[in-house]
C-alpha cells in the first residue's frame, strides 16, 4: 500500500475481463476481500461509490465499475490505482501500524549501518519484503515481525536485526 496525500492503494486494475465493461482488480489488502470494505473509492480523483465484486480467480478479482458498461468504458481504468481515505481504516491498538504509516522512513540494522529508506511494501507469497533505496538503487529487504527489533515513530525509524553486508555492496 503507498499513500497518497490522504488517501491509500488499496489495490490496483490490471486488466479487462470479457466484453461488458469488466474488469481485474488486484487487491494490496493483507485479507484480500477488505478491499471491499470500503467506500467510497478514487480512481483517478474519481469517486465511486462501489465497486460490484462478480467472482474471484486465483490472483485477482473480476469486478464491474459503475460507469463502465463495456470494453471499451473499462479500458481507461488500465493500471489504474484504487484508493480509500485514510480515515475509513480502523484505529490499531499501540505499537501496531499500517504499511502506509511507514514509507519513508530510514531503515538500518542494530549497528546503525543504513540499508536505505522505504519505498513500498511488497508480498510476493514467502512473506513480507520492503522495498528500499539508497543511491537511487532499490532492493528489498524481508520485514517479518522476526526481524524488527524496533520501530521509532518519532524518528522515522526501522531496526532489523539484518547484517549490512548481506545486502549492500
Not at 474471484?56 to 465499475?65: A, H, I, N, Q
Not at 520501530?151 to 548481506?166: A, Q, T, V
Amino acid at each position: 500500500m503507498s499513500l497518497d496525500s490522504k488517501r491509500i492503494t488499496v489495490g490496483k486494475i490490471i486488466g479487462l475481463h470479457g466484453v461488458k465493461g469488466l474488469i481485474k482488480i488486484k487487491s494490496f489488502t493483507e485479507t484480500k476481500n477488505d478491499i471491499f470494505n470500503f467506500s467510497p473509492f478514487y480512481i483517478d480523483n474519481k469517486k465511486l461509490e462501489k465497486i460490484i465484486f462478480c467472482f474471484k480467480s486465483k490472483e485477482y478479482f473480476v469486478c464491474k465499475l459503475e460507469d463502465c458498461n463495456d470494453r471499451d468504458d473499462a479500458k481507461k481504468y488500465i493500471n489504474k490505482d484504487i484508493l480509500v481515505n485514510a480515515e475509513k481504516f480502523p484505529s490499531l491498538s499501540e505499537k501496531e501500524y499500517y504499511q502506509y504509516e511507514l514509507i519513508g522512513f530510514k531503515v538500518t540494522n542494530e549497528n546503525n549501518d543504513i540499508f536505505g529508506d522505504i519505498l513500498q511494501f511488497h508480498e510476493f507469497g514467502a512473506g513480507p519484503v520492503i522495498e528500499v533505496i539508497k543511491n537511487r538503487k532499490s532492493f528489498f529487504l524481508p520485514i517479518d515481525k522476526k526481524f524488527i527489533k524496533d520501530i521509532n515513530i518519532k524518528s522515522k525509524k526501522i531496526i532489523l536485526d539484518l547484517p549490512e553486508e548481506s545486502f549492500l555492496e
